[in-house]
């Protein structure tokens, strides 16, 4: 499976942003697929995750009510959308895979697209 994330950019705060990930490949093989963040200096963290079978969501608590993830089976693809975005916002997005199940530990995941930087700026 092969991912490609795209969609970052800099905007300023309380702009929004749609970020996609496509699949490639093997994608009968993905289970979940989650968007991670990691700032300059700091963890990589979870952002938010799809099942990608049945659609059940999942969010870190610093992202819910001001994104989405969503799916299109036709474009192999998983969408996030961010609004009211905060200069705390800026990061490397990339978007992984996993096979087996969801988890919200980066490690877990098989799959890794390349990232995409968010800039917000103040």
């Known amino acids: 499976v092969q991912l490609q994330a795209s969609g970052g950019g800099l905007v300023q705060a309380g702009g929004s942003l749609r970020l996609s990930c496509a699949a490639s490949g093997r994608t009968f093989d993905i289970y979940a697929t989650s968007w991670f963040r990691q700032a300059p200096g700091k963890e990589r963290e979870f952002v938010a995750g799809i099942n990608w079978r049945i659609g059940r969501t999942y969010y870190a608590e610093s992202m819910k009510g001001r994104s989405t993830i969503s799916r299109d089976y036709a474009k192999n693809t998983v969408y996030l959308q961010m609004n009211s975005l905060e200069p705390e916002d800026t990061a490397v997005y990339s978007c992984?895979?996993?096979?087996?199940?969801?988890?919200?530990?980066?490690?877990?995941?098989?799959?890794w697209g390349q990232g995409t930087l968010v800039t917000v700026s103040s």
């Open positions: 992984a895979a996993d096979k087996v199940a969801f988890t919200q530990t980066p490690h877990d995941y098989d799959y």
